[in-house]
């Protein structure tokens, strides 16, 4: 929104200078942009007489002229312009001048032996208009010696705010000057009301037949004279941007940025019949003022005589029955409109306008037939004519409603103790009728404000006008200690789990928690009460018991598409039963195809349940389980291999399931295999211990070389291989750092029903060198142990 100083001086009587003005704008709301004041810049440029051009005595195209700039005696000034001549007055910047369009600072030169004391200037030089083909001619009534800004109405600063979209009563230059007011810069000077006399009965006929325009008015004006519009409305339309074009046009558009009131005028002649607002029909057509020709959908808003459309309502007027040069009859209208219908026209057609600015936000409904009447004061004013009487359709909307303060929310929500009085004045002078009874205060809202809606926006009025730099700073509370963390140690595993199965290269998946019930069935879970009441459809009834029921689906749907390597992970919950507490936090994953894909170096290898199991121990031990002290059974549920899965438990606790799916699921799953899978369930991760006294390092790096022993062990084939190296390794909790399993045989050389099971025990010493004895100490003290978990011998 841009305006001039003088022009908001029209509505506000004020004494305050351009700098209050601007601080008090952005105090209240209406943010500053910028201010642009010309007539600082030109300040020296003064106006000037061309007393002689003569000649210049060593260049054709050169004139040499003697000046008088009203200050004294004539100076000589080389002028190359095509129009410099005697007699004409122009515009003179003197030595020390600083020229806009370039910046520099003129200074006494000499042009070809010649020497010059000033400089005449063209438009483009002070940057008024692209025009440089001549030197300014002015007018014979123009001052000499003058300001050439003064003179020109160029000293008048424009002032550009920025309006937020609820805030349409200050589209309008009297609605800025009204909040000034209520901020103490001055007294808002009424609007002129004084009704015009028709002089005839109109003519006109309106039918007004669509629900987004509650309320329309238009005036016949006859005998008028449409000619380029004064001087002072012609300024003001330049000052912030718009050119003018002739005064009927000009007067709405004047209207539309000084009252926030959008007008149009149709060429009496050009209209046929009657007038009628009625919803557009798909794909008519529209010659608008902008020259460009519009096929509307249907349903906008469409003002029609009876031969065509002649205005896009509330946007866009069309340019056949526009005012021209030759219009005497003139057809005033001015509207109400929802906002919504235009903005809706507007997006549609993609048009922007003034009009469709102010519409879409709302105008005042209220002021409808006093904004005809001024208008049409203006008109007769410029334009002469007579006007006829006002034909109005339809009714003003309903938009009263009051509002109860109760002062001390003021305080309460802003932070600031606002005298009853003060709150009072301020809510008046914004247009609110304010009663008080009983401590409270019951406030009409004026209908230019469309955004008051509740005790809080009336607050915010008050704050606003107050200042809300009066509000007093207040620092948030500092809580002593340690800030409690967003996260629980439960979420935080969860988002450790997940990192630690992307970095073993699966890929995270996100599937839905419920399944098909005869999916369910496969994992026993097709249980009453994990069925869902309302299903979204019969093949997605079920909570899933498991996450492996979605992602082996997964795998299935990649595998048909093109892409049987497949590893996927997913963390979410798993449901047990419809209790409260029936469902478990579990990350599963899935391996299908290749582990290993083909290469020259190596054949290729499909996953199998040691891939499923590695993936398990390391996010396990990721998220602070105690892998070491894990130990692994055979008791896998029956959606697993029951040969090649397994059971991940911490004494009687069961952290997590790993192994190969069992090829039955698959088939009813329609998925090829091997698929390997494993279910971790976090929730069961036991905390870790909270130690007291000083903390061992995260590591202890010794100098001495590691042992190594090897040791082959005779089992039956029915022992699990783990016991003994869990056995192994307790032995000698000192020196005894890591035991792996690298071989197990059965065949020639065992007896049947015995394998042999094959151990290598590192040993890390710590201060000092083994002996030979002291390694044997510990050699007999593995076998020993070994021997007595699991009744193993050792091999000969």
Not at 11 to 29: F, R, S
Not at 381 to 388: K, N
Not at 398 to 409: D, E, I, N, V
Request: proline letters at 7%.
């Amino acid at each position: 929104m841009k305006f001039t100083l003088s022009w908001l001086k029209t509505h506000l009587d004020t004494d305050a200078d351009l700098d209050q003005i601007t601080e008090k704008l952005t105090a209240l709301g209406l943010e500053v942009e910028g201010v642009e004041d010309r007539g600082k810049a030109l300040a020296p440029f003064r106006i000037a007489h061309v007393v002689s051009a003569e000649k210049h005595p060593n260049a054709d195209k050169l004139r040499l002229c003697m000046v008088d700039t009203g200050a004294g005696e004539p100076v000589q000034v080389v002028c190359g312009a095509p129009n410099a001549r005697a007699g004409i007055k122009v515009v003179f910047a003197s030595p020390g001048a600083v020229i806009p369009v370039s910046g520099d600072t003129l200074s006494i030169g000499s042009i070809r032996g010649v020497e010059s004391r000033g400089m005449m200037c063209s438009e483009r030089e002070l940057l008024l208009s692209d025009e440089h083909n001549g030197i300014i001619e002015l007018p014979d009534d123009a001052p000499i010696g003058g300001s050439f800004a003064d003179w020109r109405g160029l000293s008048d600063p424009v002032i550009e705010i920025a309006l937020t979209p609820d805030r349409v009563d200050c589209a309008g230059v009297h609605g800025i000057a009204r909040d000034l007011a209520a901020a103490g810069l001055g007294t808002l000077k009424p609007l002129p009301a004084t009704p015009v006399a028709p002089g005839f009965d109109s003519p006109l006929t309106v039918n007004l037949s669509h629900p987004g325009c509650p309320q329309i008015a238009f005036r016949l004006i006859r005998g008028v004279k449409n000619g380029p519009s004064p001087k002072w409305l012609a300024d003001r339309l330049l000052s912030v941007g718009l050119r003018p074009i002739s005064a009927l046009v000009d007067i709405t558009n004047f209207f539309s940025l000084d009252q926030c009131r959008p007008l149009h005028v149709f060429d009496a002649a050009k209209l046929t019949g009657a007038i009628t607002l009625k919803p557009t029909g798909e794909g008519d057509t529209l010659l608008a003022l902008n020259g460009k020709e519009y096929s509307t959908p249907a349903g906008l808003i469409g003002i029609y005589d009876d031969a065509a459309m002649i205005s896009l309502a509330g946007v866009m007027g069309g340019e056949k029955t526009g005012a021209d040069a030759d219009t005497t009859d003139v057809v005033l209208e001015v509207a109400t409109f929802e906002p919504v219908r235009i903005a809706e026209a507007g997006r549609a057609l993609q048009i922007d306008s003034d009009a469709r600015y102010r519409f879409e936000r709302g105008v005042d409904p209220a002021n409808l037939t006093d904004s005809v009447e001024r208008a049409t004061a203006l008109i007769l004013e410029l334009c002469g004519g007579t006007a006829g009487s006002i034909t109005l359709a339809g009714a003003e909307p309903a938009w009263q409603r009051t509002l109860t303060l109760r002062p001390a929310r003021v305080a309460a929500l802003g932070g600031v103790d606002v005298p009853v009085a003060e709150q009072r004045r301020i809510l008046e002078t914004l247009g609110f009728t304010v009663t008080e009874a009983d401590g409270l205060l019951s406030c009409t809202v004026p209908s230019w404000r469309r955004d008051v809606e509740g005790e809080a926006d009336l607050v915010e009025e008050v704050l606003r006008v107050h200042g809300f730099d009066k509000i007093p700073a207040t620092s948030l509370p500092r809580d002593e200690g340690i800030t409690k963390p967003g996260l629980t140690a439960g979420q935080r595993r969860v988002g450790i789990a997940r990192r630690a199965a992307a970095s073993r290269g699966l890929l995270e998946a996100v599937t839905w928690s419920f399944i098909d019930p005869k999916v369910a069935a496969l994992f026993d879970g097709d249980k009453p009460e994990l069925r869902l009441v309302n299903p979204i459809s019969a093949d997605l009834a079920v909570m899933r018991p498991s996450i492996l029921s979605t992602l082996v689906a997964a795998i299935g749907r990649n595998a048909a598409k093109g892409f049987p390597d497949v590893a996927l992970f997913e963390a979410g919950a798993a449901f047990r039963d419809g209790s409260e507490k029936g469902q478990d936090m579990v990350l599963a994953g899935v391996r299908a195809g290749a582990a290993v894909p083909r290469n020259w170096a190596k054949g290729e290898r499909a996953v199998d349940a040691f891939d499923a199991k590695a993936d398990a121990i390391a996010i396990l031990e990721a998220a602070g389980a105690p892998v070491t002290n894990l130990s692994v059974t055979r008791d896998a549920p029956g959606w697993y291999h029951p040969g090649r899965s397994g059971a991940l438990r911490l004494g009687p606790t069961v952290l997590g399931r790993f192994g190969e799916l069992h090829p039955s699921l698959l088939e009813a799953m329609d998925v090829e295999g091997p698929v390997v899978a494993f279910e971790l369930f976090l929730d069961a991760i036991p905390a870790p211990k909270k130690k007291g006294g000083t903390a061992k390092p995260l590591l202890v790096l010794s100098p001495l070389q590691p042992v190594q022993r090897d040791f082959a062990f005779l089992v039956p084939s029915a022992t699990e291989s783990d016991k003994l190296v869990k056995a192994a390794k307790g032995a000698d909790k000192v020196l005894i750092t890591d035991v792996s399993l690298f071989d197990i045989y059965e065949g020639k050389g065992v007896e049947p029903g015995f394998k042999s099971v094959a151990l290598t025990v590192t040993l890390q010493p710590q201060d000092k060198t083994l002996t030979d004895a002291e390694i044997e100490a510990v050699a007999a003290k593995v076998v020993a142990a070994v021997a007595k978990a699991t009744g193993a011998s050792l091999r000969g």
